[in-house]
């Protein structure tokens, strides 16, 4: 069982796209939903609420796309968690008892909040070396060695 909502692992998989797509130029948006089989319009939302959070960095202009604020082993798993969870908020609520209330969301929370701190640990690197371990956009890179 996926405790995350697609929308969440989405935004994991965007940033970990554009972490390994990003050089030497920025990852276009039509580019990043082609290679995940989407509508290209479909990631826009998701994309400006990470670099609301400054997770990633717009770039403007005819070869623009996005690329990473920062470093991608400073970046973690539970940031980018984070920040798709902040933006899918429509603060929509139902009717409440004083069950769910007082009993039921204390204890989901504290658990949720478990949940991202073992998040914490997995940084976009890692993320990054298991995909190009696992060669899952094509064959693995080969490396020369030109030692004598």
């Known amino acids: 069982m ?3 909502s697609r929308r969440c692992l989405l935004a994991v998989a965007a940033v970990v796209d554009i972490a390994l797509h990003a050089r030497p130029s920025p990852v276009a948006a039509k580019a ?3 290679r995940h089989n989407l509508p290209p319009r479909h990631l826009e939302t998701l994309l400006q609420a990470l ?3 400054n997770i990633l960095k717009g770039v403007r202009g005819p070869h623009g796309g996005y690329e990473l604020a920062r470093e991608r082993r400073r970046i973690t798993m539970a940031e980018i968690v984070r ?3 902040n933006e ?3 603060g929509a609520e139902g009717p409440e008892s ?3 209330l007082e009993v039921i969301e204390p204890l989901a929370a504290e658990a949720s909040q478990q949940f991202l701190v073992a998040l914490e640990a997995v940084s976009v690197d890692e993320l990054c070396r298991k995909a190009e371990a696992g060669a899952v956009f094509g064959e693995k890179e080969v490396h020369s060695d030109f030692t004598i």
Request: aromatic share 0%; charged share 20%; net charge neutral.
């Open 2 to 4: 996926i405790l995350l």
């Open 98 to 100: 004083r069950l769910m």
């Open 32 to 34: 990043l939903a082609a």
């Open 51 to 53: 670099v609301r959070a």
């Open 88 to 90: 899918s908020e429509d």
């Open 83 to 85: 920040a798709a969870l």
